[in-house]
């Protein structure tokens, strides 16, 4: 549901340099999203987390992430 919807609950800027790799839960940390991140765009992401996070949880209705790894890889399509 959340790759389904990823462009409208990022919006286009953040929708061409991230995708949704996995959720991972964490007794101690909770629920944490695996963001894949397009090389170069790491600092953008990292000034986004909150918001990223509070509109997932808007989205879904209900306190489902807590944090967000980032996770680099390198476009290859030009």
């Known amino acids: 549901e959340t790759l389904d919807n990823w462009k409208y609950i990022v919006g286009n800027e953040l929708f061409r340099v991230c995708y949704p790799r996995s959720f991972k839960n964490s007794k ?18 990292e000034y986004s987390r909150k918001i990223i996070i509070k509109k997932i949880n ?11 790894k980032l996770i680099n890889y390198i476009d290859t399509k030009k």
């Open 28 to 45: 101690l940390n909770g629920i944490c999203l695996n963001l894949m991140v397009k090389r170069g765009n790491e600092v953008d992401l």
């Open 58 to 68: 808007c989205f879904l209705g209900y306190e489902f992430v807590n944090k967000i």
